[in-house]
Nanobody
Framework: HVQLVESGGGSVQAGGSLTLSCVAS????????VAWFRQVPGKEREGVAY???????DYADSAKGRFTISQVTSNNTLYLQISNLEPEDSGMYFC??????????????????WGQGTQVTVS
């Protein structure tokens, strides 16, 4: 049974930095598309960073220049580094895996596996 567990969230002052981690069990990163999504109360879950099937990275407009997504297969971990945090970056961050190459990576329904989320609060 595939499990994804996020960590690294917390409360931070605007301008600070955080690194989020997602550790997978019964799954190996690098075998399919992966992504980080963010959700705030009353809003739909939105993608912020992606690794495509060709291993290239892409980001939402709000994340470009400040977010870095990476995966390390040796410890089965997906990372999201965030710098110069803004209040608008606040939300519950979820990692997603098992993305289907023929689906739009921006859609949550494109992914087979999800973690429980880690909260980021920027003030």
């Amino acid at each position: 049974h595939v499990q994804l567990v996020e960590s690294g969230g917390g409360s931070v002052q605007a301008g600070g930095s955080l690194t989020l981690s997602c550790v997978a069990s019964a799954y190996t990163f690098g075998s399919a598309c992966v992504a980080w999504f963010r959700q705030v109360p009353g809003k739909e879950r939105e993608g912020v960073a992606y690794i495509h099937s060709d291993f290239s990275a892409d980001y939402a407009d709000s994340a470009k220049g400040r977010f870095t997504i990476s995966q390390v297969t040796s410890n089965n971990t997906l990372y999201l580094q965030i710098s110069n945090l803004e209040p608008e970056d606040s939300g519950m961050y979820f990692c997603a895996a098992g993305g289907q190459h023929y689906s739009d990576p921006r859609l949550p329904t494109s992914y087979l596996h999800w973690g429980q989320g880690t909260q980021v609060t920027v003030s």
